[in-house]
């Protein structure tokens, strides 16, 4: 079961770190190898113009989780809260919500939450941020009045349901 509400912020992580597994899977179900590594934590700040042209800031904090052949090492919870705290005080890491990229075909990233056997890395998706200026427009709804249906149909087999 995945406590899924938004992207896990680092105070949060940290938090978690406390009871929680030290280990990783993505949304399909597949799970990040136990001897992968945290190579390297970042503070990412992009600044961009949406296409509505909004100018735009935001901060994330980057972990990048890999693995390799070497099997007989394993990143224990207190040495990754060793290098959290290194990346604090000699990066500046706020807290920020946390961007994971990991290996796949190709690199992806990541959101990350808490499940009950340990991290989730969980899936994003793009979107226009000015769907109002760009000339997107709004998906429709289907609006129907339940009294213009028939009491035929809503049986079983109907197709109501």
């Given at each position: 079961m995945l406590l899924k509400t938004k992207d896990m912020k680092l105070s949060e992580f940290k938090n978690a770190l406390q009871n929680t597994p030290l280990q990783f899977s993505l949304e399909d179900g597949s799970v990040v190898p136990a001897h992968f590594h945290i190579t390297e934590i970042g503070a990412i700040t992009k600044k961009f113009i949406d296409c509505g042209g909004t100018l735009r800031n935001e901060e994330k904090v980057s972990f990048q989780l890999w693995f390799t052949h070497d099997t007989d090492h394993r990143l224990t919870t207190e040495k990754l809260l060793q290098i959290i705290e290194i990346g604090e005080n000699k990066i500046g890491l706020k807290n920020e919500e946390i961007e994971i990229e990991y290996q796949g075909s190709t690199i992806g990233k990541f959101g990350l939450d808490k499940s009950d056997f340990g991290f989730q890395l969980t899936n994003?998706?793009?979107?226009?941020?000015?769907?109002?200026?760009?000339?997107?427009?709004?998906?429709?709804?289907?609006?129907?009045?339940?009294s213009n249906l028939s009491n035929e149909s809503c049986t079983p087999g109907g197709g109501c349901c």
């Open positions: 994003k998706q793009t979107a226009c941020l000015a769907e109002d200026q760009c000339g997107i427009p709004p998906l429709e709804k289907t609006k129907l009045v339940m």
